[in-house]
């Protein structure tokens, strides 16, 4: 059976215009993960409103732009209009400008910071170009570059020292971020490399059902578009209780 639905992302807006940014931004996702951030810097023993900001923009810049802008100019995986030229202008720009921040925050947090502004345009690259043949490019290094990094780097920059509640954070943000990939890789197979599906399923009780693309869907992008707002519920209330 076919499913009408033939959008990329159960988030995906109509084709053309400023609608492709926002598909390529992929909203749901990139406040999930800078949800991680909060996270992490709620746990601190103490907790600067300014270098969360600063910490959270900066995620912004290099994952939820210049991330997902590389990824589409790759292969095109949104099916958007975006000029090859835009998208690297956005590409570039997020992680200049993420660099940036990460550099003007040495002054603050000192030199220790030096190896997470190296680290994250690294994971942005080596993720989205599949670099050193894909070694970078699996369920878990996603797990660790969008869901570890980004809750332990918000828990550093607020205490300054490894600590562990920072090392807890950051597991357990892993461990959603491996949930995150086994709900949204099968969804994914669905929306953009399944023509068809056929089938029957029959119940205990003798009773069958029509097996279609949309049924298939429709528990996965449940669970996803759930877990996205939930996580940053949780995240801004923890943060509400310490500001």
């Known amino acids: ?14 084709p053309g215009g400023w609608r492709d940014w926002w598909t390529i931004l992929h909203p749901p996702y990139t406040a999930w993960h800078l949800a991680y951030v909060a996270i992490g810097a709620s746990l ?37 209009q975006i000029s090859d030229a835009a998208l690297v202008a956005a590409t570039v720009g997020g992680l200049v400008v993420a660099v940036g921040l990460g550099v003007a925050g040495l002054s603050r947090v000192g030199w220790v910071l030096v190896p997470f502004v190296v680290v994250g345009p690294i994971l942005v690259l080596g993720y989205n170009l599949e670099l050193l043949g894909g070694a970078l490019h699996n369920d878990m290094w996603f797990a660790v570059g969008w869901g570890a990094f ?23 943000c892993l461990a959603l971020s491996v949930a995150q990939r086994r709900l949204s890789s099968p969804a994914r197979e669905l929306r953009r490399r399944t023509g068809w599906v056929s089938g029957v399923r029959e119940r205990s009780d ?25 996580i940053v519920v949780t995240a801004c209330a923890l943060v509400a209780a310490r500001l």
Not at 150 to 171: R, S
Not at 206 to 229: I, M, V
């Open 44 to 80: 601190a023993p103490h907790l600067d409103g300014v270098r969360l900001g600063a910490t959270v923009l900066a995620f912004f810049l290099a994952m939820g732009i210049g991330a997902h802008a590389l990824d589409e100019l790759h292969d095109r995986p949104l099916r958007t």
């Open 150 to 172: 980004p809750a332990f780097t918000g828990y550093f920059v607020e205490a300054e020292k490894v600590g562990l509640p920072g090392l807890l954070a950051a597991g357990g």
């Open 206 to 230: 003798g009773s069958t059902e029509a097996l279609s693309r949309a049924g298939l869907l429709a528990p996965l992008d449940g669970a996803l578009a759930a877990l996205s707002l939930g």
């Open 1 to 14: 059976m076919s499913d009408p639905d033939r959008r990329s992302a159960f988030y995906a807006a109509r």
